[in-house]
């Protein structure tokens, strides 16, 4: 079977073979320097990036012509993106190190699982931190001002401005396909502020206890 006929997967294939040995150099290139030009990046995408880009190699991705990249966004080292389907980053987002987009995957059914590829594309919109070693999975859309949290799972949409802080448990039903429903913490800007409240009066208590000590014995 042709590969472009396996279905699920946009029948992209004959530009992966003319794509390929730009990829493969970008990614030489990006593997072997401490910073990184745009024009490197911009090759291995096939497209302009925003102003005020910037990567920390190494950075890997198997189709990069499918990933769009908006103004003032950073890209931490050893981060990974299959762009079997379409990555669409927005301005100003921040992705931490080691941050895995995934765009690809089976279909969850044991008797078809190495039948076909499922593709569906991932969206990360306006001002969005991605922390360390976070993983987004296919179809989900990060909304606008919000933050995932380092070592996330993010299995659906997170609304804007919302904190994603837990991995979604698995259904003991492998056929059923979904598991109970994610945990979302509220408002990212709320719970910074009471993370900042609490982080500060912790350092007051360090600190009083100190003085405490170093003054009376």
């Not at 995408?45 to 990567?55: A, E, N, R, Y």
């Not at 502020?193 to 170093?214: K, N, P, W």
Request: net charge neutral; with cysteine; aromatic share 6%.
């Amino acid at each position: 079977m042709d590969r472009s006929e396996i279905a699920g997967v946009p029948r992209h294939f004959e530009r992966i073979k003319v794509g390929d040995p730009t990829l493969l150099q970008a990614e030489w290139i990006l593997l072997g320097r401490a910073g990184v030009d745009r024009e490197v990046f911009e090759k291995l995408i096939g497209k302009p990036v925003g102003d005020s880009f910037h990567l920390i190699p190494p950075f890997y991705a198997d189709y990069g012509l499918n990933i769009t990249i908006g103004r003032a966004v950073f890209i931490g080292y050893q981060c990974m993106f299959t762009g079997h389907g379409a990555i669409d980053i927005a301005d100003e987002v921040m992705i931490a190190n080691k941050v895995n987009l995934v765009t690809a995957g089976h279909p969850v059914e044991p008797d078809k699982r190495r039948a076909y590829i499922t593709v569906e594309p991932i969206t990360i919109e306006r001002n969005v931190w991605i922390g360390t070693a976070a993983t987004v999975l296919p179809g989900v859309t990060i909304g606008a001002d919000s933050v995932v949290a380092a070592g996330a799972v993010v299995t659906h949409d997170v609304p804007p401005a919302t904190l994603w802080r837990v991995c979604q448990r698995l259904s003991s039903g492998i056929s059923s396909g979904v598991g109970p429903p994610p945990q979302i913490a509220g408002s990212a800007g709320r719970r910074d502020s009471e993370a900042r409240q609490s982080t500060l009066a912790r350092h007051e208590e360090i600190r009083l206890g100190l003085v405490s000590r170093y003054a009376f014995g």
